[in-house]
């Protein structure tokens, strides 16, 4: 296993693999890697030649400095885990300088409104960073695959759109979310959480298990209202939204169609820690 921190380096490395004409898999990660993150590398080796993840924790994308100071980096621990999985991956754990070359900002894209839905409401210039920080990632590992995860839905959806408009020839491809056996959704910001919050955090998943129920006979409406009232009565968990979307606009559903496929997304606070999770509802 290599690990590699200047982009030149696993350029050179990559190169190697490109004249063999061998398939390139990449899972860009924030680090603080849990068994979600490993199940995305275990697919990508099981379809590609060579396998490269990032470790990367991107400042473009936090609207809130707080959020991005307090963002957990384990580069250490990441990577004895990585270990585990395969010797032949490649690290790619760039500096903020290899990324961004003395400029530390984001690009402007335009994802035919996915970024004004959901998540774009609550954390302007997010999607912004996140584009520009992926599309980097696909300039400097040009990978055949690249593999994201179903948690964070909306992303998946702006990747997808990034690829097709910029004309990126990568195939994006969707895993399912992974969750802890009480149903809370896997993710990093889990190892903030406060005893008490991570007793109390399945209930989101929980909710929204009852609303995908509640969906077959209920409208979005009913069903929106019922999620709201679940969390008014919560004493620990505050929310901020809870959404049912159309999963191509991502824009939120005022009548039902048989021809459609629906979400609901959810953000909740667990004290000053930020879930999402989502769930298909028909």
Known sequence: ?????????????????????????????????????????????????????????????????????????????????????????????????????????????????????????????????????????????????????????????????LVKKQHIPVNVIGCKIHRETNGLAMSSRNTRLKPEFIKEAPFIYKTLKTAKMYFGTKSANWVTSWVEKQFANHQLLKLEYFIIADVDTLKLLKRKSKNKKYRGFIAVYADDVRLIDNIALN
């Open 1 to 161: 296993m290599e690990v590699f921190s200047e982009k030149r380096d696993i350029i050179a490395t990559l190169d190697t693999y490109k004249a063999k004409q061998q398939t390139i898999g990449f899972v860009p990660t924030m680090g603080a890697l849990h068994q979600g993150h490993l199940a995305l590398v275990e697919k990508a080796t099981q379809n590609n030649d060579v396998v490269v993840v990032s470790i990367f924790v991107n400042p473009t994308q936090f609207n809130n400095p707080d959020d991005l100071k307090k963002y957990p980096r384990t580069l250490e621990k990441d990577i004895s885990l990585l270990a585990t999985l395969s010797k032949d991956l490649l690290i790619y754990a760039p500096t903020v300088e290899d990324i961004y070359e003395g400029k530390t900002a984001s690009e402007s894209f335009d994802f035919d409104g996915l970024e004004f839905e959901m998540e774009g409401k609550f954390r302007q210039g997010h999607f912004d960073g996140v584009g520009t920080v992926v599309k980097r990632f696909f300039d400097i590992i040009k990978p055949n695959n690249a593999y994201f995860g179903e948690k964070d839905f909306q992303q998946l959806q702006i990747i997808k759109k």
